[in-house]
């Protein structure tokens, strides 16, 4: 701890420091549980979206045989061209919201093209979907998890360090200055008793 100055002055400055640590610590107290369970939450979700991203993958490898068609080529027709998102705030951090993934259209002859071709596309694009939205998810719980650590090695430092300090500091300085009153006192009487006995009698009467 660092020297502490004992005046009154400085007894003013850590009560005002202490009452302000003490009223700011549940405020970060409350956002590290909204933060803990923000966390569960999306975590749940994200386990939800890799199930059924899982099993999406698990469907399409039944026909993926149909993809190696030399006569048809459906890639350009299921890379994302734009993946919309938007912004949650959680606890004072704003993460990241999966809205949807935009494909350029797929144009080729219905006449020509094998019948499977729509649905692989459809089924492919939904994978795509559901990839990007399971990453999104992920890097939301990264930000959260981020906050996180943050806010709980604030919640220490007010905690642990900053309210003890200002705690030990507060008594340091009450007892110098009761110590430094009891002192005075004792010095007045002396004062007072020796100028008794130096005064003639009555002086003081």
Known sequence: ???V???KGELKRQRDALKQYKRYLPTLQLKKQQLQVKILFQNRIFEEKEKERSEKIKNIKIWA??????NIEIKKWVVP???????????GADIPVFKRVEFSPAEY???TAPLWVDRAIDELRALVSITKETETVKKGIE?????????????N???????PEAEEKIRLIKIYIGDQMTNSVGRSKIAKRKIEE???EGVFA
């Open 109 to 111: 002859d219905f006449f």
């Open 143 to 155: 930000i959260l998890k981020s906050e996180l650590r943050v806010t709980t090695q604030r919640v």
């Open 1 to 3: 701890m660092p020297k």
């Open 5 to 7: 100055k004992l005046t």
């Open 81 to 91: 061209g734009k993946i919309i998102t938007g912004v949650q705030n959680i606890a």
């Open 65 to 70: 045989g149909l993809l190696s068609d030399d």
């Open 157 to 163: 430092l007010f905690e642990k360090v900053k309210i």
């Open 198 to 200: 130096t005064v003639p």
